[in-house]
T-cell receptor
Framework: DQQVKQNSPSLSVQEGRISILNCDYTNSMFDYFLWYKKYPAEGPTFLISISSIKDKNEDGRFTVFLNKSAKHLSLHIVPSQPGDSAVYFCAASSGAGSYQLTFGKGTKLSVIP | EADIYQTPRYLVIGTGKKITLECSQTMGHDKMYWYQQDPGMELHLIHY???????EKGDLSSESTVSRIRTEHFPLTLESARPSHTSQYLC?????????????FGPGTRLTVL
């Protein structure tokens, strides 16, 4: 059973508008969440993260929101740019001592000029 | 940002061949990982290492093996490649002192076994 779920395989957004990518998790032991961006034929690039003690973290055009009670996080990209077109992976960690990240299946974002 | 390198980037090989995928990082990270990823699917951890002479199997069963003789180097070997091994292989590293376990990835190797 998947512990990290990204239920939207794809998303299309007009350039300049907001992109919202969603992620749900089931494991209450997760206490750190990360978003990665991946272009075809390249490795994932770390984008932004959030600790479970926060509900929001912002870095430029990227903001991640965490709702612990709903076990839900989202990545907002404002404004969206054509270069943002990529697959976005949500990942979760159970923190210190953990040896791995648990990844979702990814959401393919297409930003239309 | 970590500097992590993988070679080759692309490899097409026949069934039964032995192959080694190379991964090196220059950040001095203790922890290193190998993931396998197919299109539209999540990344699956196949091997990881906490440091020199440490290697462990990940959640996804794999016929590959790894070694960690030097901190910066974490090669993956397939003794006898099969078409079912066709996939993208991603190497990553992280700082043992980083409790967030943020991992930094190399560019990947796209392996095709005919």
């Amino acid at each position: 059973d998947q512990q990290v779920k990204q239920n939207s395989p794809s998303l299309s957004v007009q350039e300049g508008r907001i992109s919202i990518l969603n992620c749900d998790y089931t494991n209450s032991m997760f206490d750190y969440f990360l978003w990665y961006k991946k272009y075809p034929a390249e490795g994932p690039t770390f984008l932004i993260s959030i600790s479970s003690i926060k509900d929001k973290n912002e870095d430029g055009r990227f903001t991640v929101f965490l709702n612990k009670s709903a076990k839900h996080l989202s990545l907002h990209i404002v404004p969206s740019q054509p270069g943002d077109s990529a697959v976005y992976f949500c990942a979760a960690s159970s923190g210190a001592g953990s040896y791995q990240l648990t990844f979702g299946k990814g959401t393919k974002l297409s930003v239309i000029p | 940002e970590a500097d992590i390198y993988q070679t080759p980037r692309y490899l097409v090989i026949g069934t039964g061949k032995k192959i080694t995928l190379e991964c090196s990082q220059t950040m001095g990270h203790d922890k290193m990982y190998w993931y396998q990823q197919d299109p539209g699917m999540e990344l699956h951890l196949i091997h990881y290492s906490y440091g020199v002479n440490s290697t462990e199997k990940g959640d996804l069963s794999s016929e590959s093996t790894v070694s960690r003789i030097r901190t910066e180097h974490f090669p993956l070997t397939l003794e006898s490649a099969r078409p079912s091994h066709t996939s993208q292989y991603l190497c990553a590293s992280s700082d043992l002192q980083d409790s967030t376990d943020t991992q930094y990835f190399g560019p990947g190797t796209r392996l095709t076994v005919l």
